[in-house]
């Protein structure tokens, strides 16, 4: 239905539930992906990965992996793959994976020094994946 003809019978006093936000749609579009050695994957959003662009040499770093590169892949890569770790700062998304470190976001992670240290002891407990 079109937005006009949405508008008319809206005037006439019909009612609809709320349209769906674009805000949903949108934030999966805004979703990244990377994998390091073809075994760790690290999803989250891109604006985040923007403001915090340390955050990927520190993984490779604490894995060990620092002489690897870090490839951006495609979300359809991610599907048909298993992955040893996935850190995840996407929310709502389900890999297959050995191990799974999941966090609301980017942002909250490197604002809260509690979770900080647990990503680093989760991190470095993973090294042998």
Known sequence: MSKLDLNKLTRLGYQFWLPKR?????TKENLVFYVLND????TGRKDEFKS??????????????????IKEIDQTETISKEFNLVIDFSQGLSYKATKTLKFDSLKLLIKDSTLKERF???????IDL
């Open 52 to 69: 915090y662009p340390r955050i990927l040499p520190s993984i490779k770093k604490i894995l060990g992996q620092a002489d690897k590169e």
């Open 22 to 26: 674009s805000e949903n749609r949108s």
């Open 39 to 42: 075994k760790t994957l690290i």
């Open 120 to 126: 680093y002891s989760e991190l470095k407990g993973s």
